[in-house]
């Protein structure tokens, strides 16, 4: 079993979930401020200690036509900034209709931040569940 931690990216606010590669669940953890488009990197690392993830998941933005929109420069941009800390594999996820999916599940229309992660995370680890284990194996690519 390994544990991901996800991220929804956003200038503002940035949700965080937990999941477990066994049972391809993800669970919301908190919201984090970010501070003049800087995120909150203590906060981060404290999350990345408690947790000790094997691997890092970060929603990247594009349109429903893929097409990229403002927030996919900002978010691959946090990916790296990621892999550059916390030394990490970092693997960016589509976040089409997280937020939509996370007004949903919640029924709220705000401060749904780390329930638009877990649904990120859920659909990442449905996806890419195999492939991860391969890569943690040795025996695939990231």
């Known amino acids: 079993m390994k544990t991901l931690l996800c991220f929804d990216y956003g200038s503002k606010h940035i949700g965080v979930a937990v999941g477990q590669t066994i049972t391809g669940t ?52 946090f990916v790296r900034q990621l892999e550059g800390r916390f ?6 996820a589509d976040e089409r209709l997280s937020t939509f999916e996370a007004k949903r599940r919640s029924g709220q229309e705000t401060a749904v931040d780390s329930i638009a992660a877990q649904a990120i995370l859920e659909t990442w680890l449905t996806d890419n ?14």
Not at 28 to 35: A, F, N
Not at 87 to 92: C, T
Not at 129 to 142: A, L, R, S, V
Request: aromatic share 8%.
């Open 26 to 77: 993800a669970t919301p953890l908190e919201i984090i401020s970010s501070y003049n488009n800087q995120p909150d990197w203590e906060k981060i690392q404290q999350l990345i200690e408690d947790w000790q993830p094997a691997a890092l998941i970060v929603g990247v933005p594009v349109h429903l036509d893929d097409t990229r929109q403002p927030m996919t420069e900002a978010a691959e941009k």
């Open 87 to 92: 030394h990490l594999p970092v693997f960016g």
């Open 129 to 142: 569940n195999e492939q991860f284990d391969e890569f943690q194996d040795g025996t695939g690519k990231e």
